[in-house]
Structure formats: C-alpha cells, structure tokens
C-alpha cells in the first residue's frame, strides 16, 4: 500500500491508513435542507437541469464544500443519470425521484439496450469532476457514485420508485431469465460508467444499491451479490487502487453478504448498532456511518454524544463518520454545520 503524506484525509482512511479522526461526510449533502440549494432550484426547477449543466451542478456540489468543510464532496447528480445514455428515457420528478416513461418488460426493450459510452452520453461529468478536483486541490476528497444492478433495475421496470417492488418481483419469480440479462447489461454499463468517473477525478466511488435490502437474503445472493460482484470487479481490474463503497438501505440482514461484492467499506445504517457492526463484519472490513439522519433534529449535547458514541463504536481505524443514509430535508443547517465541527474537532485521544 503506497502512503501518500499529500492524499486527503478521506481517502487515506478509505485506503486503510491509521488517521488522527474519521474523516466525515454526509449522504445528499448538497439538497434540500441547504437555502442556497433551494435558492438555486428557483432558478433551475429541473432536476436534471441542476444535475447536467456543468455550472450549476458543481455549485450544488461546492455548496456544502463551502459551509461546513466536509472531508468528502460527491458529485451531484443521480442514479439514473446514466440511464439515456443506454436509450432508457427518464426524470426526476419533484417530491418523487425518478420517472422512467416506458418501463423495461420485454425481452425486445432489453435487447434494444445500448452499450455506455460515457464520453458521448455524459460528457458534463467530466467537466464536474474535474472542477470539483481543481476546487477542493487535497483539501477534500472527490467522491463518484453510482447506482447497483438491481436498484437500477428496480426502477427500470417498475418505471417510479415502489413501495412494494411487485412488478420487478414478478419479473424475478416468475421470468428471470429477462431479469438476469438486464442486470447483467447494467452491471457492465454502470463499471463502464464509474471508470470514467474516476479517469475524470473521483477518487472514491461509492454503489448505491438502495433497494437490495427488500430482498430475502437469498434473493440478495441471486439479484443483487452478483452483479455488484460483476461491477466492483470490472473496476477493480482497471483501477485497484480506488477504493469503493457499498450501500444497502435496510441492510441488516444482508450485512455480512455486503463484503462479499468486493467493496473495500460497506455501509451501515441505524438500524445495527455500530459495535455489533464491526462484530458481524470482522475487524479487517472497513466501515461508514451510521447515525441516523432524524439524530439532526436533536440537541447539540444529543448529537455530539451519538457522534462520539459511533466513533467509539467504530473504533479508530478503518471508519468514515456518516448517517446511515441520506440528510433529511428538514434539517436545520445549523444542526448540520455543529455536526461536521464536532467531527472534524474530535482526536484520536478522546475516541
Ligand atoms: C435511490 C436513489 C435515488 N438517487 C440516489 C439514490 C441512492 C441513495 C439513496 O438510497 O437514497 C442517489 C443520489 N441522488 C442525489 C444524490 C446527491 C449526492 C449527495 O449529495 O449525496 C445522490 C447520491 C441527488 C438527488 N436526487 C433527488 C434529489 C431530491 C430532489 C431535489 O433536491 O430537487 C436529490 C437532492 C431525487 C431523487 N432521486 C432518487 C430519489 C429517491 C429521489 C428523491 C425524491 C424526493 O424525495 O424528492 C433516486
């Protein structure tokens, strides 16, 4: 392992460095519970306004970089971003998330899929990963993302986001045949798809496979464990110095299969109390989180004490301090802005 004095915190500590304190970000810190975000979505109602024009994407990006410090900054934009640029048309509707207009069901939709070609479909994330290098220099570390296999497949084919997930359950037990060609096209697409993220500047991605804990554990291991595998893996060939994140919302029952994928940190949400975390995972998996966002909505004494509570938890290697999903979007900034203080003030002596 190469030990860069130069490398920022984040990824010093993502590489499994010893550190003096977690490094610290925050899932959906730009968004909603920022004024400046809502001031600018005036301006640019369209999600995918604010997410694909370069200028206004990284001024969401830098917004959070500017108020509080984080060590992390993820690139703004979504999941499905990626999804046009394989001839899925999609939106991300206000209040909703996602709308594909003609949901993936037939083996000719599937068929009629194109390869990822990132340079032609996405050619504004380059220029937001690049800025956002050239802003935050090794101050802070550029975090990449992107949606698993099944999480994208899941609004794929039900076409919004579900509560249920029968039409894509349907598909997966009664023709999964159609289902695993698809996963697997995705899989392919989304490893060609954070590549270019990193050859653009990201240097750490993070899998959101948000709706992979729906799943009984031994769906996990036919419709979600693979093709993570098969995306982490494609990466990994190019690229195997960057680390990569995986998360499952609803993770508890899957915690154990996550390391499986090939993440080098796996995700925990609030769910798993941090200490059973690192007990169920072995001390050798690095891990992130994992308060839970509603925590935002406590005192400052309250969120100071479950912010060092999780650090202790977690121990002091191998541990990026984060909720355990995203920031809700009634949180008080300043709630926000007392918890990466805390973060960054803390010191390996008192954890
Ligand atoms: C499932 C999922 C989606 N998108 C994403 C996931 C995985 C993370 C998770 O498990 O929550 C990933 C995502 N989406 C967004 C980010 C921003 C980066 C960050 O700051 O973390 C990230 C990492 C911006 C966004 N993507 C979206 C918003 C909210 C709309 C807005 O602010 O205008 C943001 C900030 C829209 C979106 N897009 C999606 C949903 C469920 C929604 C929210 C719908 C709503 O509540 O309005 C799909």
């Not at 899941?154 to 894509?168: H, R, W």
Request: hydrophobic share 40%; charged share 25%.
């Amino acid at each position: 392992m190469s030990v860069s004095l130069t490398a920022p915190h984040l990824l010093r500590a993502a590489r499994g460095e010893v550190v003096d304190r977690p490094p610290v970000w925050m899932m959906r810190q730009a968004g909603r519970y920022m004024k400046a975000y809502r001031d600018l979505r005036e301006k640019y109602p369209s999600f995918r306004d604010r997410s694909e024009i370069p200028e206004v994407a990284i001024e969401v990006s830098l917004q959070p970089w500017r108020a509080f410090g984080p060590d992390g900054v993820i690139l703004f934009s979504d999941i499905v971003t990626p999804l046009p640029g394989l001839g899925i048309e999609m939106d991300i509707a206000e209040g909703k998330g996602p709308i594909i207009h003609s949901p993936l069901r037939t083996q000719e939709q599937i068929d009629r899929l194109r390869p990822l070609e990132p340079e032609a479909s996405l050619p504004f994330i380059k220029t937001i990963l690049q800025a956002l290098r050239q802003e935050v220099g090794n101050q802070s570390t550029v975090l990449g993302f992107v949606g698993a296999p099944w999480t994208l497949a899941a609004y794929a084919v039900e076409g919004k986001g579900s509560k249920t997930y029968s039409v894509i359950k349907n598909m997966a037990f009664s023709d999964p045949t159609i289902l695993h060609q698809l996963l697997a096209k995705f899989a392919d697409a989304i490893a060609v798809y954070a590549r270019y993220q990193i050859d653009c500047g990201a240097q750490v991605v993070q899998m959101f496979d948000s709706w992979a804990g729906q799943l009984s554990p031994q769906d996990y291991d036919t419709f979600a464990l693979p093709y993570q595998q098969r995306v982490f893996q494609q990466v990994k060939e190019t690229h195997p110095d960057t680390p990569l994140i995986l998360l499952v919302s609803g993770s508890a029952g899957v915690l154990e299969r996550m390391p499986k994928s090939g993440a080098d940190i796996v995700t925990v949400d609030w769910a798993v109390d941090m200490a059973e975390a690192r007990a169920r995972l072995g001390k050798h998996v690095k891990v992130q989180g994992n308060l839970d966002p509603g925590v935002l909505f406590g005192s400052k004494e309250f969120i100071r004490d479950r912010i060092l509570d999780t650090v202790r938890k977690a121990g002091n290697w191998g541990h990026i301090l984060n909720l355990g999903h995203g920031v809700l979007p009634e949180t008080p900034e300043e709630n926000v802005a007392f918890f990466f203080e805390t973060a960054k003030q803390l010191k390996s002596v008192e954890v």
